[in-house]
């Protein structure tokens, strides 16, 4: 309606329209109610926000630790976890096992050669062994596999290792 609009009513005299004014180009109708003053929406912020998720993200796939990319972006450690988990749980299911995959293939190049100090009686080299299988018991879920399985998790485990088929 234009400012000269007018008003028609056969029992009314003609009243001038009030003026309506125009909306701000970022305001969603859907939210705006009428008799509400209109807010702008917070296009900006939550734009930086997604993008330091995201680059806390990308830090972490390759390979950074939580608390150097907190340092990095001026954030608590706490808080680039939460990111890194939430962004995990964004991601598309084929996405998920190319990370997992490449999470895995990381695991196994370090896991070689400790495995051989493991062998030769390095205390410490057997920890690392051991913390790698956990890691990789979680990324491939059998932390939450049915009891009978772990005997094939044990196989599974033997040829990877040592390539050795039981």
Do not use: C
């Not at 932390?143 to 094939?152: L, N, V, W």
């Amino acid at each position: 309606m234009s400012a000269a609009s007018i008003i028609q009513h056969p029992e009314v005299a003609a009243l001038p329209a009030a003026p309506v004014p125009e909306l701000p180009a970022d305001v969603d109708l859907e939210e705006y109610n009428l008799g509400d003053s209109p807010r702008p929406r917070r296009r900006a912020k939550r734009l930086d926000r997604l993008t330091r998720r995201a680059e806390a993200f990308m830090l972490h796939r390759t390979g950074i630790d939580a608390a150097t990319i907190a340092d990095r972006m001026d954030v608590h450690p706490k808080t680039v976890q939460r990111w890194i988990r939430e962004e995990v749980q964004r991601i598309p299911q084929e996405t998920a096992d190319e990370i997992r995959a490449l999470e895995l293939a990381r695991l196994d190049a370090i896991l070689a050669p400790q495995m051989r100090l493991a062998m030769a009686g390095d205390p410490k080299a057997a920890d690392v062994v051991l913390r790698i299988m956990e890691r990789r018991a979680k990324y491939l879920g059998l932390d939450h596999a049915k009891p009978g399985g772990f005997e094939q998790v044990g196989s599974l485990l033997d040829a990877l290792v040592f390539g050795v088929q039981r």
